[in-house]
């Protein structure tokens, strides 16, 4: 594996495998351009050592080539971010791409179209990879968050390249952070956890209860405890077939030292709708035909207290069903109460696409220590697997 602070790209082409994947509105328009912006350091990085840079991306979950995903979408921001003019080929493989590449000159940035059009990049096609290598020299990968898939452009490839290859600076980043939180005392330490279901995030809180001090539960999963430790929930979200997990997860906490701290009341609803009638009850007495949809003010308490006292924070997962306004302050409370605690020396990590969304909607996004630009490869980082597109370049 090679250092990207260190190599020498003159007049190499370097294959990056980004994460292009940003929401577009209907105009085809980028809404939200942090995760272009975030490749910025390793592509500057390439072009400051005399190297040409060739993107490659998914956007999306393309059936075949559909125009909607197209990454010709993305270019109008790149170029703005990039303060440069960008080359774009519409296909990712063939003659054409070939013909780009050999063209391209150093301090130069070809975008390739998007990789999902073939159904071999999610197969992990080795045809495919190799026809993507074609024409370059060396191979970045940059992409955290479709670390923990092995695709043909984040995994597969990687073996063409034989000592020539590495991580971009997102990768670094993402990687540093996360080995920091994993590996921080567990005095003072708290996870945040919060969504939909206990079911896929189980792994993960296994295997935080070993390393923190405090585990919040929050979100539609907690009910799944509440109701293990026999409280009525009414009809909130609760998974039956998680009780027995929910009770074991507890009492292993406790076996470690780990203290749960689970929702005492709750905002619930007459409906899952975002005009419903509300009532505050405890968590533990929720009346029959009403879910708990956020959070209560007395737990918010808490939770501001809890984070206040933290040394280092780790957030997944909203505690609430914050794209309805009614419920969302529990949410974004957390984020406030984050943002915080890290303006004191609190050292905090945030990650999952709802908690980011929180933070960028409140403004918050630069007022924590990192934000994880990974849902799903974070939470397998966390849970200790080797990622598919970290393996291929160690
Ligand atoms: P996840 O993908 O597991 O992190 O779950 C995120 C989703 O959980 C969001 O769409 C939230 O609206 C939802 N969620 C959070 N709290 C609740 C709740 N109390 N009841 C139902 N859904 C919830």
Not at 292 to 315: C, H, K, Q, V, Y
Request: net charge positive; with cysteine; glycine share 10%.
């Amino acid at each position: 594996m090679q250092d990207i602070t260190k190599y020498n790209f003159k007049n190499k082409k370097a294959l990056i495998r980004v994460d292009f994947n940003v929401p577009l509105n209907d105009k085809f328009e980028v809404t939200d351009d942090t995760r272009i912006s975030a490749t910025m350091p390793t592509i500057k990085e390439v072009l400051k050592r005399g190297g040409s840079v060739v993107l490659m991306s998914h956007l999306g979950r393309p059936k075949g080539n559909e125009e909607k995903y197209s990454l010709k979408h993305v270019v109008p921001s790149l170029e703005k971010i990039t303060g440069k003019s960008v080359k774009f080929v519409t296909d990712c493989i063939g003659q054409e791409v070939l013909e780009a590449k050999k063209k391209l000159k150093a301090g130069e940035i070809l975008l390739l179209e998007n990789l999902r059009f073939y159904a071999e990049e999610e197969k992990g096609d080795a045809a495919f990879a190799k026809k993507l290598a074609e024409g370059t020299d060396v191979y970045i990968n940059d992409a955290f968050a479709t670390a923990h898939r092995a695709h043909a452009s984040t995994s597969i490839i990687a073996a063409l390249f034989g000592d020539n290859k590495m991580f971009g600076k997102v990768m670094i980043n993402e990687i540093q952070h996360l080995d920091k939180a994993l590996n921080a005392p567990k005095r003072g330490y708290t996870a945040i956890i919060g969504g939909a279901k206990v079911s896929s995030k189980i792994i993960v809180i296994e295997k935080l209860l070993k390393k923190v001090d405090k585990l919040v539960i929050g979100g539609a999963m907690a009910y799944t405890f509440i109701k293990a430790k026999g409280g009525n929930v009414g009809s909130s979200m609760v998974e039956q077939d998680f009780l027995e997990t929910a009770k074991s997860v507890m009492e292993k906490a406790a076996q470690n030292n780990c203290e749960i701290i689970l929702p005492v009341d709750s905002l619930n609803a007459d409906a899952f709708k975002a005009d419903a009638k509300t009532n505050v009850t405890p968590s533990n007495e929720i009346g029959e035909g009403w879910m708990g949809l956020d959070i209560g003010p007395e737990t918010r308490t808490i939770f501001a207290d809890i984070i206040a006292n933290s040394r280092t924070i780790l957030w997944n997962g909203p505690v609430g069903v914050f794209e309805m306004e009614k419920f969302a302050r529990g949410t974004f409370g957390v984020a406030q109460m984050i943002a915080s605690a890290t303006e004191k020396g609190t050292y905090s990590l945030v990650g999952g696409g709802d908690s980011v969304s929180a933070l960028n909607k409140s403004g918050l996004a630069d007022k924590v220590s990192y934000v994880s630009t990974g849902g799903g490869a974070m939470l397998e980082y966390i849970e200790g697997k080797k990622l598919p597109g970290i393996a291929a370049i160690e």
